[in-house]
């Protein structure tokens, strides 16, 4: 294959460290969002969706994702990458990387960056189940899930799998599927997952009959802003347009136009241009975006219509974002896409390998949320709930708000 490409190499690690950011942005993200009481937990949930993901990926994730044989379109064999023996390697006591991929970087380079892509993913779920479940609970969620059903979507998707350009879908149809950077893979699913697991385990206390209101917008903007940075090695595009149209929408319905808005704008736009990126025109990812931001903030409040308390919006921003950056391939993919030279072959099978995957994530996650719940239960107790999660589930306060009250009126006396 050649040499080591270093300029290639450079650029992967710089993606791989952006796209590791956006977990943490996230955290921030999300954090913000929930009562002062569950910041902690939240970011705990966050910081299981990095190491759980870590260990998983380098025990049989990556095998299952890329490395393996793959086996019926869905997935690869885990056993030909078991603990990265596929591309690290000791030599002279040192360990080192086996080999270079088709862009002559190395192998352990591409395991870095996709790995950070499965964080990523697995962190987006956090935010639909909020303020109730358990620490312990969510991280055998998370080996299970990466196990069951991110890797095999990887594969599926980006390793030449059922739902790939070159797969079984594509070929029947006779139109390629296009998924740049996770349209299916990372948002749809993630989005699926996290509805899954909202109606497995209810409410929270007092949904639907009193506000949740986030205790720090400065750190959902933050988060926002993090994100957005990191999604320069996720891909780059609509951020902008989506959170103006989301600001306009938002400034019909209630007369304002709100940080909480322009931080879910932006990131509604990202993960609508997330699986169009190399596909689309400058003028069509502006449009995609401007869409992405109405429907994404319309959808927003769907969860208090059918009841379901998806406490951070990831349907609503994550779910209808990326299956309407997935479908509007159709319409505007360069060459293929209905208004950019295409015909209707590339709509239809973009719209097959969103529903597939949904079906997909929809199973997978039920399957485990379910056992789970059955088993040792998703749920802290109502009183712990009420009381705050982050002192039933982590023993700690983000904010010592009494500590400094007392150290207050020390000081005035």
């Given at each position: 294959?050649?040499?080591i490409d270093s300029?290639?190499?450079a650029w992967?690690?710089?993606s791989?460290?952006?796209v590791f950011?956006?977990?943490?942005?996230?955290a921030?993200?999300y954090?913000?969002m929930?009562?002062?009481k569950?910041?902690l937990?939240?970011l705990?949930?966050?910081?299981?969706?990095?190491?759980v993901?870590?260990i998983?990926?380098?025990?049989?994730?990556?095998s299952?994702?890329?490395?393996?044989s793959?086996?019926?379109?869905?997935f690869g064999d885990?056993?030909?990458g078991?603990?990265?023996?596929?591309s690290m390697?000791a030599?002279?006591?040192v360990?080192t990387?086996?080999?270079?991929?088709?862009?002559?970087?190395p192998?352990?380079v591409?395991v870095a960056?996709?790995?950070a892509?499965?964080?990523?993913?697995?962190g987006l779920?956090?935010g639909?189940?909020a303020?109730?479940?358990?620490?312990?609970?969510?991280?055998?969620?998370?080996?299970?899930?990466?196990?069951?059903?991110?890797?095999?979507?990887?594969?599926m998707?980006?390793n030449?799998g059922?739902?790939?350009a070159d797969?079984?879908?594509?070929?029947?149809?006779?139109?390629?599927?296009?998924?740049f950077?996770?349209g299916?893979?990372?948002?749809i699913?993630?989005a699926?997952?996290?509805?899954i697991?909202?109606?497995?385990?209810?409410?929270?206390?007092?949904?639907g009959?009193q506000?949740f209101?986030?205790?720090?917008v400065?750190?959902?903007?933050l988060?926002a802003?993090?994100?957005w940075f990191g999604w320069?090695?996720?891909?780059?595009?609509?951020?902008?347009?989506a959170?103006?149209s989301?600001?306009?929408t938002?400034?019909?319905r209630?007369?304002?136009?709100?940080a909480?808005?322009?931080?879910?704008?932006m990131?509604?736009?990202?993960?609508?241009?997330?699986p169009?990126a190399?596909?689309?025109?400058?003028?069509?990812?502006i449009?995609m975006?401007a869409?992405?931001?109405?429907?994404?903030?319309l959808?927003?409040?769907?969860?208090?219509?059918?009841?379901y308390?998806?406490?951070l919006?990831?349907?609503?921003v994550?779910?209808?974002?990326g299956?309407?950056g997935?479908?509007?391939?159709g319409?505007?993919g360069?060459?293929t896409?209905?208004l950019?030279?295409?015909d209707?072959?590339?709509l239809?099978?973009?719209?097959v390998?969103?529903?597939?995957?949904?079906?997909?994530?929809a199973?997978?996650?039920?399957?485990?949320?379910?056992?789970l719940?059955?088993?040792i239960?998703?749920?802290?107790?109502?009183?712990?709930?009420?009381?705050?999660?982050?002192l039933?589930?982590?023993?700690?306060?983000?904010?010592?708000?009494?500590?400094?009250?007392?150290s207050?009126?020390?000081e005035?006396?």
């Amino acid at each position: 294959m050649g040499a080591i490409d270093s300029g290639n190499t450079a650029w992967i690690l710089t993606s791989a460290s952006l796209v590791f950011l956006m977990t943490p942005g996230v955290a921030f993200f999300y954090g913000g969002m929930v009562r002062a009481k569950a910041v902690l937990n939240m970011l705990m949930l966050e910081a299981a969706a990095l190491s759980v993901t870590m260990i998983i990926w380098t025990l049989w994730g990556w095998s299952i994702a890329y490395a393996g044989s793959d086996i019926g379109g869905i997935f690869g064999d885990p056993a030909s990458g078991f603990l990265l023996k596929d591309s690290m390697v000791a030599q002279d006591g040192v360990f080192t990387a086996t080999g270079l991929n088709g862009n002559n970087y190395p192998v352990s380079v591409d395991v870095a960056f996709q790995v950070a892509f499965a964080m990523i993913t697995v962190g987006l779920i956090c935010g639909a189940i909020a303020e109730r479940v358990k620490y312990s609970t969510w991280m055998i969620f998370v080996a299970l899930w990466v196990t069951f059903d991110y890797a095999p979507m990887a594969h599926m998707v980006w390793n030449g799998g059922l739902l790939s350009a070159d797969g079984a879908i594509s070929k029947a149809i006779g139109a390629a599927a296009h998924d740049f950077a996770g349209g299916t893979v990372v948002h749809i699913n993630a989005a699926v997952a996290a509805l899954i697991i909202v109606l497995i385990i209810g409410k929270r206390k007092g949904f639907g009959t009193q506000p949740f209101r986030p205790h720090n917008v400065p750190f959902v903007m933050l988060g926002a802003f993090l994100l957005w940075f990191g999604w320069f090695g996720f891909n780059a595009g609509s951020a902008s347009a989506a959170m103006l149209s989301w600001g306009f929408t938002e400034k019909i319905r209630s007369g304002h136009y709100t940080a909480m808005g322009a931080a879910s704008g932006m990131v509604a736009g990202l993960v609508a241009i997330t699986p169009a990126a190399d596909v689309v025109s400058p003028l069509w990812a502006i449009v995609m975006g401007a869409i992405a931001g109405v429907l994404t903030c319309l959808a927003c409040g769907l969860k208090f219509k059918f009841g379901y308390d998806d406490s951070l919006d990831v349907v609503g921003v994550h779910g209808v974002g990326g299956f309407t950056g997935t479908i509007l391939i159709g319409f505007f993919g360069e060459g293929t896409g209905l208004l950019a030279g295409g015909d209707w072959k590339q709509l239809v099978v973009q719209l097959v390998i969103a529903l597939v995957a949904i079906l997909y994530s929809a199973v997978i996650t039920a399957i485990i949320a379910f056992a789970l719940e059955k088993t040792i239960g998703w749920r802290v107790t109502e009183a712990q709930e009420v009381g705050g999660i982050d002192l039933a589930d982590q023993g700690e306060r983000a904010y010592d708000f009494a500590g400094t009250a007392s150290s207050v009126l020390k000081e005035v006396k």
